[in-house]
């Protein structure tokens, strides 16, 4: 393979890999563009993706009537540029997002609009995966380079994201030019607050970037050793301009200044501790999110907080379900503040549940799921009973192949690992191998598959070179016979 034919050949596999996706959206659009029998629930735009168009359709609607587009929409709970994203796509095509019925909280999704977004970000990830390309070519072998492109713009797991609502398709944007800047080892003090900046972003764009930030300058300690001092600077005055933007915006709201969105303060507690509490005291899962909502009414009595007068204890059956009875903002985020705090409460009483829960779902969680997108439409958008679809036949089935799936890519990935430490290539390796430890760190414990897929960006370098090694290899074995 001649250099100058990958010089055109990663282009080509680029192109095809937006078209491509072009065409995947296309179909999913035109097949699952609808609603259920029910007539309410939308097969493509449900669950978080409803969310996120919902407030996005409100931010585009104040705007519309007159206020700031920067100030316009609800508190920061999770994710809030992709909801701006979603509003500029609004006011940009004209295209209302939802049509209210009673109140805000019954609207519906509209019919039709959709294909121009899922385009823009395919074409959003596929331009910034060419940045990408340029910026890396020099670093990694020609034929390396090629795979890593072909992984990155084909890998079934990555690439299902581009045709759907969820956030990942325009943060694995930001990931890749992160990823490149970073790559290029510049200690100039413009060059790394520009990455600041995105890791800033890419935060706003999904809530794991938050802490992103230390891996990158852990590496860059041991690059730049006493000549540190610029790109630090850079990086945290970067991310800190982007972090006290969103602080501004969310004390403006409720005169209290947090960065750390609300959704974070729950997760643990709502998907992981309340479970341990079941497994403590012999629970079922639903009695264990009562005993919980007990807890807390405790908690608001000895604090003197006091609910409205739509609260009906009665009707609770989860902690999260009380958060519309709070008569401000204030002590919403203390509410928050305390559910964050027992999360952590019940895993640090609980060490030995703790650790055999975080230890399977670590193990779940790096099982690749390739076909997450085309189920979540197919079983979830039609299933009116919202029957989970990992506990259908299907589900059980496609395991042994999305374990054998993964493993392949995981053994091409490790000849890729010992090839760069075998060339001392220790920058690129702490850099990748942090990267992707992150996510585990960050969200093993969730056992979510969803939430590991960022870390095939930077897993791509490591197959990429593991595959382009075990060729060579075929090759030379054929050649000695």
């Not at 209302?96 to 999704?109: F, R």
């Not at 992160?178 to 003090?189: Q, S």
Request: proline share 2%.
């Amino acid at each position: 393979m001649s250099i100058n034919y990958n010089k055109y050949l990663y282009l080509i596999i680029i192109l095809f890999g937006f078209f491509l996706s072009v065409a995947t959206s296309s179909y999913y659009v035109s097949k699952y563009d609808k609603y259920t029998k029910n007539g309410y629930d939308h097969q493509l735009i449900k669950d978080e993706t409803y969310y996120h168009w919902r407030q996005g359709d409100k931010i585009a609607k104040e705007v519309r009537a007159g206020k700031n587009f920067f100030l316009a929409g609800d508190i920061t709970f999770t994710k809030p540029l992709h909801q701006r994203i979603v509003a500029l796509y609004s006011l940009i095509t004209g295209y209302d997002l939802t049509t209210e019925k009673n109140d805000y909280q019954e609207a519906q999704v509209n019919l039709g609009g959709k294909l121009p977004f899922l385009i823009f970000q395919s074409f959003i990830y596929f331009f910034s995966l060419f940045y990408f390309s340029k910026k890396i070519r020099k670093i990694f072998p020609d034929k390396s380079f090629i795979y890593i492109i072909l992984f990155l713009s084909l890998e079934f797991t990555i690439f299902q994201y581009h045709s759907s609502f969820w956030t990942e398709s325009i943060y694995f944007s930001f990931l890749l030019i992160i990823f490149a800047m970073v790559l290029e080892k510049k200690n100039f003090l413009i060059h790394n607050l520009f990455i600041g900046i995105l890791v800033g972003l890419a935060f706003l764009q999904r809530s794991g970037a938050i802490f992103y930030i230390f891996p990158i300058l852990i590496c860059y300690s041991f690059l730049f050793k006493r000549f540190f001092l610029k790109p630090f600077l850079g990086i945290i005055i970067g991310y800190s301009l982007i972090s006290i933007l969103i602080g501004i915006f969310n004390y403006y709201k409720t005169n209290v200044f947090y960065i750390y969105p609300s959704e974070g303060k729950y997760s643990i507690h709502t998907y992981f501790s309340t479970d341990i509490i079941a497994k403590k005291y012999d629970l079922s899962f639903e009695e264990a999110k009562i005993y919980e909502v007990e807890k807390t009414i405790d908690w608001a009595e000895k604090n003197k907080i006091i609910f409205n007068d739509q609260f009906d204890l009665n009707k609770i059956k989860s902690t999260l379900e009380l958060r519309p009875y709070f008569i401000n903002e204030v002590d919403k985020n203390k509410f928050f503040n305390y559910v964050n705090h027992r999360q952590f409460q019940i895993l640090l009483n609980n060490p030995i549940l703790t650790f055999k829960k975080v230890l399977k779902n670590t193990i779940h969680f790096v099982v690749l799921n390739p076909t997450f997108n085309h189920f979540y439409n197919e079983h979830r958008g039609k299933n009116e009973s919202r029957k989970s679809f990992i506990n259908t036949d299907t589900h059980k089935k496609l395991i042994p192949y999305r374990i054998v799936y993964s493993l392949v890519i995981y053994f091409f990935s490790i000849l890729g690992f010992y090839y760069l430490f075998k060339r001392k290539k220790f920058f690129e390796l702490s850099l990748i191998t942090l990267s992707i430890l992150y996510y585990v760190g960050l969200f093993g414990w969730y056992g979510k598959t969803r939430l590991y897929v960022p870390s095939l960006i930077y897993l791509s370098v490591f197959f990429g070179i593991g595959l382009n090694i075990f060729i060579d290899y075929l090759r030379n074995f054929k050649k000695s016979f």
